[in-house]
Protein backbone atom coordinates (compact mmCIF):
# COMPACT_ATOMS: atom_id res chain seq x y z
CA UNK A 1 0.00 0.00 0.00
CA UNK A 2 1.23 3.19 -0.71
CA UNK A 3 2.73 5.85 1.72
CA UNK A 4 0.25 8.79 2.32
CA UNK A 5 3.25 10.51 3.62
CA UNK A 6 3.61 14.09 1.44
CA UNK A 7 6.29 16.58 0.75
CA UNK A 8 5.40 20.13 0.18
CA UNK A 9 6.28 21.70 -2.34
CA UNK A 10 6.34 25.65 -1.60
CA UNK A 11 7.88 28.74 -0.87
CA UNK A 12 8.36 28.03 2.68
CA UNK A 13 8.49 24.47 2.99
CA UNK A 14 7.40 20.88 3.19
CA UNK A 15 4.98 18.58 5.02
CA UNK A 16 6.02 15.19 6.17
CA UNK A 17 4.76 14.28 9.26
CA UNK A 18 5.62 17.92 10.00
CA UNK A 19 5.47 19.40 13.78
CA UNK A 20 4.80 23.20 12.87
CA UNK A 21 6.72 26.04 14.66
CA UNK A 22 10.13 24.40 14.87
CA UNK A 23 12.58 26.40 13.25
CA UNK A 24 12.92 23.85 10.14
CA UNK A 25 9.89 21.16 9.69
CA UNK A 26 10.55 18.10 11.49
CA UNK A 27 9.49 15.10 10.09
CA UNK A 28 8.05 11.42 10.98
CA UNK A 29 10.44 8.50 10.28
CA UNK A 30 8.23 6.39 7.84
CA UNK A 31 9.89 2.08 7.19
CA UNK A 32 12.86 2.20 5.39
CA UNK A 33 13.76 5.43 4.61
CA UNK A 34 16.85 7.56 6.48
CA UNK A 35 17.29 11.15 6.66
CA UNK A 36 19.75 14.02 6.44
CA UNK A 37 18.56 17.86 7.47
CA UNK A 38 19.76 20.86 8.83
CA UNK A 39 20.53 24.55 8.10
CA UNK A 40 21.95 26.59 4.86
CA UNK A 41 21.08 28.92 2.91
CA UNK A 42 19.43 30.93 5.33
CA UNK A 43 16.84 27.78 4.91
CA UNK A 44 16.76 24.24 5.88
CA UNK A 45 17.29 21.46 3.75
CA UNK A 46 16.56 17.66 4.20
CA UNK A 47 17.40 14.51 1.81
CA UNK A 48 15.36 11.07 2.37
CA UNK A 49 17.05 8.00 0.85
CA UNK A 50 16.56 4.45 1.92
CA UNK A 51 18.09 2.68 4.45
CA UNK A 52 21.15 0.52 4.79
CA UNK A 53 23.39 1.94 2.30
CA UNK A 54 26.21 2.61 4.75
CA UNK A 55 26.61 5.87 4.62
CA UNK A 56 28.71 7.25 7.68
CA UNK A 57 29.33 10.91 9.02
CA UNK A 58 31.21 11.43 6.00
CA UNK A 59 28.03 12.41 3.80
CA UNK A 60 26.53 14.75 5.98
CA UNK A 61 29.86 16.83 5.32
CA UNK A 62 29.62 16.07 1.92
CA UNK A 63 26.12 17.61 2.09
CA UNK A 64 27.20 20.83 4.14
CA UNK A 65 30.19 21.23 1.48
CA UNK A 66 28.00 21.15 -1.65
CA UNK A 67 25.75 23.48 -0.13
CA UNK A 68 27.97 25.60 1.36
CA UNK A 69 30.13 26.22 -1.81
CA UNK A 70 26.97 27.18 -3.88
CA UNK A 71 26.23 29.36 -1.18
CA UNK A 72 30.46 30.97 -0.91
CA UNK A 73 30.17 31.38 -4.73
CA UNK A 74 26.17 33.13 -5.53
CA UNK A 75 25.01 34.78 -2.11
CA UNK A 76 24.07 38.30 -2.27
CA UNK A 77 24.51 38.16 1.56
CA UNK A 78 28.45 37.22 1.78
CA UNK A 79 30.69 40.25 0.82
CA UNK A 80 33.25 37.84 -0.09
CA UNK A 81 31.01 35.82 -2.99
CA UNK A 82 31.91 35.81 -6.95
CA UNK A 83 28.32 37.77 -7.13
CA UNK A 84 29.06 39.90 -4.69
CA UNK A 85 32.64 40.98 -5.75
CA UNK A 86 31.14 41.31 -9.14
CA UNK A 87 28.31 43.35 -8.37
CA UNK A 88 30.66 45.57 -6.00
CA UNK A 89 33.23 46.22 -8.69
CA UNK A 90 33.42 49.00 -11.38
CA UNK A 91 32.72 48.94 -15.09
CA UNK A 92 34.70 47.22 -17.28
CA UNK A 93 36.41 45.23 -14.68
CA UNK A 94 36.40 41.55 -14.74
CA UNK A 95 35.61 39.11 -11.58
CA UNK A 96 36.39 35.70 -11.91
CA UNK A 97 33.71 33.18 -12.17
CA UNK A 98 33.73 29.63 -11.32
CA UNK A 99 32.45 26.54 -13.62
CA UNK A 100 29.71 26.28 -10.98
CA UNK A 101 28.25 29.85 -11.38
CA UNK A 102 28.80 30.52 -14.65
CA UNK A 103 26.89 27.72 -15.05
CA UNK A 104 24.22 29.35 -13.07
CA UNK A 105 24.20 32.52 -14.76
CA UNK A 106 24.20 31.28 -18.23
CA UNK A 107 21.23 29.33 -17.79
CA UNK A 108 19.31 32.42 -16.18
CA UNK A 109 20.37 33.86 -19.39
CA UNK A 110 19.06 31.06 -21.10
CA UNK A 111 15.53 31.31 -19.17
CA UNK A 112 15.77 35.11 -19.58
CA UNK A 113 15.98 35.04 -23.75
CA UNK A 114 13.22 32.49 -23.63
CA UNK A 115 10.80 34.68 -21.12
CA UNK A 116 12.12 37.74 -22.75
CA UNK A 117 13.13 39.34 -19.59
CA UNK A 118 10.11 37.84 -17.24
CA UNK A 119 13.43 36.18 -15.52
CA UNK A 120 16.08 38.10 -15.11
CA UNK A 121 18.87 38.23 -12.97
CA UNK A 122 20.30 41.54 -13.15
CA UNK A 123 16.95 42.08 -10.91
CA UNK A 124 19.36 43.26 -8.25
CA UNK A 125 19.20 46.63 -7.94
CA UNK A 126 15.16 46.44 -8.14
CA UNK A 127 15.09 43.60 -5.37
CA UNK A 128 16.60 46.39 -2.66
CA UNK A 129 14.81 49.23 -3.88
CA UNK A 130 11.86 47.48 -2.33
CA UNK A 131 13.42 46.32 0.38
CA UNK A 132 14.10 42.67 -0.46
CA UNK A 133 17.29 42.32 -0.57
CA UNK A 134 20.73 41.85 1.27
CA UNK A 135 20.66 46.11 2.61
CA UNK A 136 17.28 45.32 3.71
CA UNK A 137 14.77 48.32 4.21
CA UNK A 138 12.08 50.18 5.94
CA UNK A 139 9.38 48.54 3.05
CA UNK A 140 8.16 51.89 1.65
CA UNK A 141 7.00 52.10 -1.44
CA UNK A 142 9.77 54.02 -3.62
CA UNK A 143 8.96 57.47 -5.41
CA UNK A 144 8.08 57.29 -9.12
CA UNK A 145 11.58 58.73 -9.81
CA UNK A 146 13.29 56.05 -7.41
CA UNK A 147 11.66 53.22 -10.29
CA UNK A 148 12.44 54.98 -12.93
CA UNK A 149 16.21 55.75 -12.36
CA UNK A 150 16.56 52.22 -11.29
CA UNK A 151 14.92 49.87 -13.85
CA UNK A 152 17.22 51.97 -16.48
CA UNK A 153 20.10 49.94 -14.94
CA UNK A 154 18.18 46.52 -15.24
CA UNK A 155 18.92 44.37 -18.29
CA UNK A 156 21.63 41.65 -19.27
CA UNK A 157 22.72 43.71 -22.39
CA UNK A 158 24.96 45.52 -19.78
CA UNK A 159 26.32 41.91 -18.47
CA UNK A 160 29.25 39.71 -20.30
CA UNK A 161 30.53 36.80 -19.36
CA UNK A 162 33.32 35.09 -21.41
CA UNK A 163 36.04 32.54 -20.65
CA UNK A 164 35.43 32.36 -16.86
CA UNK A 165 35.40 36.13 -16.57
CA UNK A 166 32.40 38.28 -15.92
CA UNK A 167 32.09 41.67 -16.26
CA UNK A 168 29.32 44.85 -16.62
CA UNK A 169 29.60 47.98 -18.50
CA UNK A 170 26.77 49.72 -16.40
CA UNK A 171 28.08 50.90 -12.82
CA UNK A 172 24.74 50.21 -11.19
CA UNK A 173 24.22 46.80 -12.75
CA UNK A 174 23.90 43.77 -10.30
CA UNK A 175 22.78 40.52 -10.18
CA UNK A 176 20.75 38.83 -7.74
CA UNK A 177 20.70 34.90 -8.12
CA UNK A 178 18.04 34.07 -5.20
CA UNK A 179 15.55 33.07 -8.45
CA UNK A 180 17.78 29.84 -9.66
CA UNK A 181 20.37 29.30 -7.05
CA UNK A 182 18.49 27.45 -4.25
CA UNK A 183 17.48 25.33 -7.56
CA UNK A 184 21.34 24.56 -8.77
CA UNK A 185 22.26 23.44 -4.87
CA UNK A 186 19.43 21.02 -5.21
CA UNK A 187 20.82 19.76 -8.65
CA UNK A 188 24.30 19.79 -7.21
CA UNK A 189 23.14 17.42 -3.98
CA UNK A 190 21.16 15.03 -6.54
CA UNK A 191 24.98 14.69 -8.68
CA UNK A 192 26.57 14.13 -5.49
CA UNK A 193 24.24 11.26 -4.06
CA UNK A 194 24.31 9.49 -8.27
CA UNK A 195 28.01 9.72 -7.87
CA UNK A 196 27.72 7.48 -4.76
CA UNK A 197 24.57 5.42 -6.73
CA UNK A 198 22.00 6.03 -4.50
CA UNK A 199 19.17 4.30 -5.93
CA UNK A 200 16.21 6.45 -4.61
CA UNK A 201 16.02 9.82 -2.70
CA UNK A 202 13.94 13.09 -2.43
CA UNK A 203 16.21 16.50 -1.85
CA UNK A 204 14.53 19.68 -0.45
CA UNK A 205 16.11 22.43 -0.23
CA UNK A 206 13.62 25.34 1.25
CA UNK A 207 10.51 23.98 -0.34
CA UNK A 208 12.58 23.22 -3.74
CA UNK A 209 12.79 19.40 -4.35
CA UNK A 210 13.80 16.71 -6.91
CA UNK A 211 13.50 13.02 -6.44
CA UNK A 212 14.49 10.31 -8.22
CA UNK A 213 13.69 6.66 -8.29
CA UNK A 214 11.34 5.09 -5.74
CA UNK A 215 10.74 4.78 -2.27
CA UNK A 216 12.02 1.07 -0.68
CA UNK A 217 8.16 -0.03 -1.09
CA UNK A 218 8.06 0.92 -4.66
CA UNK A 219 6.00 3.61 -4.13
CA UNK A 220 6.56 7.00 -5.42
CA UNK A 221 7.78 10.26 -3.99
CA UNK A 222 4.31 12.10 -2.91
CA UNK A 223 4.70 16.17 -3.34
CA UNK A 224 2.38 18.42 -2.31
CA UNK A 225 1.42 22.16 -3.86
CA UNK A 226 0.79 24.19 -0.64
CA UNK A 227 -1.91 26.22 -0.53
CA UNK A 228 -1.42 29.62 -0.90
CA UNK A 229 -2.58 31.12 2.01
CA UNK A 230 -0.29 33.46 4.77
CA UNK A 231 -1.14 31.54 7.64
CA UNK A 232 -1.69 28.39 6.72
CA UNK A 233 0.15 25.18 5.88
CA UNK A 234 -1.49 22.77 4.06
CA UNK A 235 -1.29 20.95 0.97
CA UNK A 236 -3.46 21.76 -2.06
CA UNK A 237 -2.69 19.69 -4.50
CA UNK A 238 -0.48 16.26 -4.83
CA UNK A 239 2.08 15.78 -7.31
CA UNK A 240 3.48 12.19 -8.18
CA UNK A 241 7.32 12.44 -8.57
CA UNK A 242 10.02 9.90 -10.63
CA UNK A 243 13.55 11.26 -11.93
CA UNK A 244 11.43 15.16 -11.80
CA UNK A 245 12.03 18.28 -9.72
CA UNK A 246 9.67 20.86 -8.65
CA UNK A 247 9.61 24.51 -7.94
CA UNK A 248 7.14 26.79 -6.52
CA UNK A 249 7.01 30.40 -6.29
CA UNK A 250 4.00 32.45 -5.24
CA UNK A 251 3.64 36.22 -3.40
CA UNK A 252 2.07 34.80 -0.27
CA UNK A 253 5.11 34.28 2.08
CA UNK A 254 7.14 37.31 2.10
CA UNK A 255 5.60 40.76 1.41
CA UNK A 256 4.84 44.00 3.35
CA UNK A 257 1.02 46.24 3.55
CA UNK A 258 0.91 49.59 2.83
CA UNK A 259 -2.28 51.77 2.93
CA UNK A 260 -4.22 47.70 3.06
CA UNK A 261 -2.31 46.69 -0.22
CA UNK A 262 0.40 44.25 -0.42
CA UNK A 263 3.71 44.40 -1.73
CA UNK A 264 5.23 41.06 -3.14
CA UNK A 265 8.74 39.78 -3.16
CA UNK A 266 8.09 39.14 -6.51
CA UNK A 267 9.05 41.99 -8.73
CA UNK A 268 8.25 42.26 -12.55
CA UNK A 269 11.96 43.26 -14.12
CA UNK A 270 9.40 44.77 -17.31
CA UNK A 271 7.87 47.04 -14.71
CA UNK A 272 10.32 47.40 -11.57
CA UNK A 273 7.02 46.97 -9.76
CA UNK A 274 6.19 43.70 -7.48
CA UNK A 275 3.45 41.79 -9.15
CA UNK A 276 -0.36 42.63 -9.01
CA UNK A 277 -2.33 40.27 -10.92
CA UNK A 278 -4.42 37.58 -9.26
CA UNK A 279 -2.16 34.45 -9.65
CA UNK A 280 -1.37 33.47 -6.19
CA UNK A 281 1.29 30.78 -7.15
CA UNK A 282 2.68 28.71 -9.52
CA UNK A 283 4.28 25.07 -9.30
CA UNK A 284 7.00 23.74 -12.46
CA UNK A 285 7.89 20.55 -12.83
CA UNK A 286 11.17 19.68 -14.35
CA UNK A 287 14.47 17.54 -15.24
CA UNK A 288 16.81 20.09 -13.42
CA UNK A 289 15.75 21.94 -10.06
CA UNK A 290 17.26 25.27 -11.32
CA UNK A 291 15.12 25.46 -14.29
CA UNK A 292 12.10 24.53 -12.49
CA UNK A 293 13.11 27.56 -10.08
CA UNK A 294 13.72 30.00 -12.59
CA UNK A 295 10.72 28.87 -14.83
CA UNK A 296 8.12 29.52 -12.10
CA UNK A 297 9.42 32.67 -10.88
CA UNK A 298 9.13 33.85 -14.30
CA UNK A 299 5.81 32.55 -14.91
CA UNK A 300 4.54 34.15 -11.64
CA UNK A 301 5.96 37.34 -13.11
CA UNK A 302 4.20 36.86 -16.31
CA UNK A 303 0.76 36.30 -13.88
CA UNK A 304 -2.46 34.07 -14.53
CA UNK A 305 -2.82 34.86 -18.42
CA UNK A 306 0.36 35.32 -20.19
CA UNK A 307 2.03 32.77 -18.04
CA UNK A 308 -0.48 30.03 -18.61
CA UNK A 309 -0.35 30.81 -22.30
CA UNK A 310 3.57 30.73 -22.52
CA UNK A 311 3.93 27.44 -20.56
CA UNK A 312 1.62 25.87 -22.90
CA UNK A 313 2.77 27.21 -25.71
CA UNK A 314 6.49 26.16 -24.37
CA UNK A 315 5.20 23.02 -23.15
CA UNK A 316 6.18 23.69 -19.51
CA UNK A 317 4.51 21.11 -17.18
CA UNK A 318 2.95 24.05 -14.84
CA UNK A 319 0.27 24.08 -11.76
CA UNK A 320 -1.55 27.65 -11.66
CA UNK A 321 -2.91 28.58 -8.36
CA UNK A 322 -5.66 31.84 -8.94
CA UNK A 323 -7.18 33.62 -6.62
CA UNK A 324 -11.27 34.52 -8.03
CA UNK A 325 -14.09 35.94 -6.05
CA UNK A 326 -15.10 32.15 -5.24
CA UNK A 327 -11.92 31.56 -3.90
CA UNK A 328 -8.99 29.09 -5.06
CA UNK A 329 -9.48 28.34 -8.50
CA UNK A 330 -6.80 26.30 -10.45
CA UNK A 331 -5.40 25.85 -14.02
CA UNK A 332 -2.89 23.05 -14.92
CA UNK A 333 -1.22 22.78 -18.50
CA UNK A 334 -1.16 19.50 -20.32
CA UNK A 335 1.98 18.33 -19.78
CA UNK A 336 1.62 18.30 -16.04
CA UNK A 337 -1.13 16.18 -15.73
CA UNK A 338 1.00 13.00 -16.06
CA UNK A 339 2.48 14.38 -12.11
CA UNK A 340 -0.93 14.99 -11.04
CA UNK A 341 -2.70 13.21 -8.59
CA UNK A 342 -6.57 13.03 -9.20
CA UNK A 343 -8.21 14.43 -6.77
CA UNK A 344 -10.77 12.02 -4.42
Not at 72 to 99: G, H, Q
Not at 237 to 260: C, I, K, M, N, P
Request: one cysteine or more; proline letters at 5%.
Amino acid sequence: MMSRRTFLAGTAGVLYGVTLGSAYPAWAKEAGLDSLSGRVMGTYYRIVFPQGLGFDDGLQLNVLGTLAEVDRLMSTYKANSEVSLFNDAAPNSPVAFSDLTCKVVEEARRIRDLTEGAFDPTIGPLVNLWGFGPLGGSHKVPSARQVSKTVGVVGMDGLHLKDGSCWKTTADLAIDLNGIAKGFAVDRLATMLDALEVPGYLIDIGGELRAKGQKPDKSGWRVGIERPEPAERKVHRVLQLQDQAVATSGDYRDFFTVAERNYSHVIDPRTARPVAHTLASVTVVDRQAMTADALSTALMVMGPDEGFEFAQRNGIAASFILRTEGGLADRHTDTILPWLEKQS
